[in-house]
Each structure stands twice: as structure tokens, then as C-alpha cells.
């Protein structure tokens, strides 16, 4: 099975939201804060043989290590997108690929809309458009995945791709 994964942290670097995708049941998972446990964390991930990532290798995955105390490139072939992105001469970050990928998002993550400013004000203030903007934002990163992986497979550069992976159920652990 196939897993598309992306973190969330604050300023400090904690673990604030994990969303996954898992491919082939069509589930979206979201651990958010204090539910964010190595238990539960491996417990979705049962049956899964491959975790997607966009700079995975070097920001995702070593901070689950760091945090969780969970090497997940030990357990997981791990592919992470980006090298495929920097093969085929699409530089930048998830969202500079997207745009040039036609991939549609609604929050880029800048501002207000940073998503660790957006974990302090759920904190803080107990905000739950907050949250809910915050968890948005994790559920593009994460299905957005997907949609590249696919560009990536067909050669596509340029056309405009449909912004929703099929998701079929949806979990979120708070």
C-alpha cells in the first residue's frame, strides 16, 4: 500500500499535525497535537510498503524520528517526490511545482496563513477556524501529492490538473 505523507510543526519544531493519504482504500488521516503518538502513527501505517513525501528525506521523516522517536526509512521504502521534481528540472518547493504543474491549492501558507501562526492561534486562543485553515492546508500538501505524482508519471508540465485526490473517508485524531 501506498501512503502520501506531510508534517505540520510550530516555531519550535514540535509535531502539530500528520496527514496521510493512504492510496489504496482511499483514506485521509489527520494526528493533530498531543494525538500525535509513535502507537497511533504506526497504527495507521499497518500494511503500508511506501510512504510519498516532497523533501521528505530531509524535513518529514527526521523530524518524526526527532520527535516521535520513529525512523520511518527503516520500516518504509520511502520516495520522495522532490528528487523526481529536480530530475526533470521542476525546482522550488511543493507550491513553486505545483504552480508550474497547473496543481490548484486555495491556502498557500504565507501570512496569517503560515501554518505555524496558525497552530499559535488554535493554541492560544482556542481559534477552530484556525484549525480548520491549518488542517486545510495539511489536506492540500498531502493530496497535492498525489496529483503530482501522477504529473510526474505522465510527463504533464503545464496543463491543468483537477485539485482533489478521491477520498473516500476521512479521520481526524484530536
Not at 496521510?20 to 501505517?45: K, S, V, W
Amino acid at each position: 500500500m501506498r501512503a502520501y505523507l506531510d508534517i505540520e510543526t510550530s516555531f519550535s519544531n514540535e509535531l502539530t499535525v500528520i496527514g496521510f493519504y493512504i492510496a489504496d482504500n482511499g483514506t485521509l488521516i489527520q494526528m493533530i497535537g498531543e494525538e500525535i503518538t509513535p502507537d497511533t502513527l504506526m497504527g495507521h501505517l499497518d500494511g503500508v510498503t511506501t510512504i510519498y513525501t516532497y523533501n521528505g528525506n530531509r524535513f518529514d521523516l527526521p523530524v518524526i524520528r526527532q520527535c516521535l522517536g520513529v525512523n520511518l526509512r527503516k520500516g518504509f521504502e520511502s520516495r520522495d517526490l522532490m528528487y523526481d521534481c529536480w530530475k526533470r528540472n521542476l525546482k522550488g518547493g511543493l507550491k513553486v511545482v505545483e504552480q508550474t504543474l497547473g496543481i490548484a491549492r486555495s491556502i498557500f501558507g504565507r501570512g496569517e496563513d503560515d501554518p505555524r501562526i496558525l497552530w499559535r492561534r488554535y493554541r492560544l486562543h482556542r481559534s477552530l477556524d484556525a484549525l480548520e485553515r491549518l488542517l486545510e492546508y495539511n489536506r492540500e500538501d498531502t493530496l497535492n501529492l498525489v496529483l503530482l505524482e501522477k504529473c510526474l508519471e505522465e510527463g504533464r508540465r503545464g496543463d491543468e490538473v483537477s485539485c482533489s485526490a478521491p477520498v473516500d473517508s476521512y479521520l481526524r485524531l484530536i
